[in-house]
């Protein structure tokens, strides 16, 4: 009912709708059905209505016109499972409560100022990394480039949050912890008939409920564990005057109400929102630093260029510090164009509007509508971009198409971070993550494909992110002086 037409999409078939049209890869199945319908496309999945937003200006009408409206987050059982009931910050609702996790996150954890603060345990972990590497190439041992990126990356998000590191060696526990993360990250991102057509929920048909709610307990047994240890050496902290977020988290708990919220956060919150650290923070840096060290692996000239860079600004008589970064930026563009190649959450978050919208250019989208934003495709626009299946990181320099275009939500054709309120939490981190990472890889060591495995599988696979389907393994030599892995 109301007045005007819904935005064009396919017909779909009785109960599940267009939800069999999406297909094992829905990134590209809904790209494909964008170009036959258009970049505001409207499907009919079981129950639930969904627009789809596939070019930059469509991303910018949701996330910037109708930003307030398209807040919210679609209630779904699979996401309730992993999430505490969604009461975590990613799918939580936009809200008082909402807003203030998002506050508490940013003062202490994620802004610019907090992330400043805790650059000595990055560094600290970037040490970990070029040590556990440089012992894979004296032992002539290929190198699994996710799984030694994720370990370190899990160690910074135990470090800052619960003063621990989460894993002392790459070994099975490390193994265990990605493969936990990869499980819920591919889960989640399923189309999950039980999300969309609530009736069949009970019958679980792809068995996706009963695999996540598995990892779910195993996650926050870890995520309990953790939390007791820090309970248990609070006074130690104290002492030293050093808090992590869990001790400010608590501070404000202990404090009551929020000023300006009137809200108070609790221990589900304090879970929920250690949960968004591990599996938000994580595996999206580690998959953009795959994806780009494997497009590099496949454009040999490109890291020859990125690495004589490093050489000239850092040299190789110690290691890359984050405060070189400013200076390279070539390195700086090719993770911008890993980023757009490769976006770590392809179909962003779900975002959900209570409201009906009578204006989606000249559309009517009605209430009780899901959106999802196909960040994917948006990076590979032939209308937007040139040549865009190429990895060209010269777009992004002086004089280049891209010269001006920063991916943290100010340009709608590249949104890795997704755009507007819900915008990552976490962009700031991610973007030193991601260069911080690539950049000291990069420095410290010559890269190579095993013998026999010189033809580079770029194939993905699909979740709520997009890894490579083959973990990027790697032969390394060091180039630095030996004292730079000390
Ligand atoms: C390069 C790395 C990263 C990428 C590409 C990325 C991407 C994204 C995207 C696309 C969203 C959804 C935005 C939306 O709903 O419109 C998101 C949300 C979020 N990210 Fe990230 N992210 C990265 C790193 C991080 C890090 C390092 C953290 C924290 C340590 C983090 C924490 C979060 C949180 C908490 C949210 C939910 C925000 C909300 O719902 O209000 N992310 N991220």
């Known amino acids: 009912r109301g007045r005007g037409r819904l935005p064009p999409g396919p017909p779909g078939l009785p109960i599940l709708g267009a939800l069999p049209l999406v297909g094992p890869a829905p990134h590209a199945g809904l790209a494909a059905l964008a170009r036959r319908y258009g970049p505001i496309m409207y499907l009919r999945m079981g129950t639930a209505g969904v627009v789809v937003a596939s070019s930059p200006a469509a991303a910018r009408t949701f996330l910037k016109a109708l930003d307030a409206r398209y807040a919210n987050r679609p209630a779904v059982a699979s996401a309730a499972d992993i999430t505490y009931g969604c009461q975590n910050m990613v799918f939580a609702n ?147 005057g050093r808090q992590d977020f869990v001790d400010r988290l608590r501070a404000s708990m202990d404090a009551g109400a929020d000023d300006e919220s009137g809200e108070t956060i609790t221990e589900v919150n304090i879970k929920g929102l250690i949960f968004d650290m591990f599996t938000a923070g994580t595996d999206t840096s580690s998959i953009i630093v795959e994806w780009a060290m494997a497009e590099m692996l496949k454009n040999p000239s490109v890291m020859a260029r990125a690495q004589e860079e490093l050489d000239r600004v850092v040299g190789r008589g110690r290691r890359l510090e984050e405060s070189d970064l400013p200076a390279l930026p070539y390195l700086q563009a090719v993770c911008k164009e890993a980023m757009r190649l490769h976006p770590s959450t392809p179909l962003s978050l779900p975002h959900f509007s209570f409201d009906a919208c009578d204006d989606v250019e000249g559309y009517r989208v009605p209430a009780n509508t899901r959106l999802l934003v196909n960040i994917w495709a948006i990076g590979r626009d032939p209308a937007t971009w040139e040549a865009p299946l190429e990895f060209r990181p010269e777009r992004f320099l002086p004089g280049g198409a891209a010269e001006k275009v920063d991916p943290l939500g100010n340009y709608f054709e590249l949104i890795p971070f997704g755009a507007g309120r819900r915008i990552c939490a976490g962009k700031l981190a991610g973007m030193v993550f991601v260069q911080y990472f690539l950049g000291t890889l990069l420095h410290a060591f010559e890269w190579r494909l095993p013998d026999g495995e010189e033809k580079l599988d770029m194939g993905e696979t699909f979740g709520l992110a997009l890894p490579k389907a083959v973990p990027l393994r790697a032969v390394v030599t060091p180039r630095l002086v030996p004292e730079a892995y000390a």
Request: glycine share 8%; hydrophobic share 50%.
């Open 94 to 240: 936009y809200g008082p409560r909402w807003k203030l996790m998002r506050k508490l996150a940013s003062v202490h954890l994620l802004g610019a100022r907090a992330l400043a603060d805790w650059a000595c345990v990055r560094r600290e972990e970037a040490g970990y990394l070029l040590r556990g590497v440089a012992e894979a190439a004296a032992a002539g041992r290929p190198v699994v480039v996710p799984e030694v990126l994720v370990c370190a990356l899990a160690n910074i998000v135990g470090q800052i949050t619960v003063s621990r590191r989460v894993f002392d060696a790459q070994g099975d526990e490390s193994n265990s912890y990605k493969d936990m993360i990869v499980s819920l990250l591919t889960g989640a991102g399923l189309f999950n008939i039980s999300d969309f057509v609530p009736a069949l929920a009970r019958l679980d048909l792809q068995g996706v409920q009963a695999k996540l709610r598995r990892i779910h307990c195993q996650f926050d047994g870890l995520i309990t564990k953790l939390l007791a240890e820090h309970a248990a050496t609070a006074a130690d902290r104290a002492r030293r």
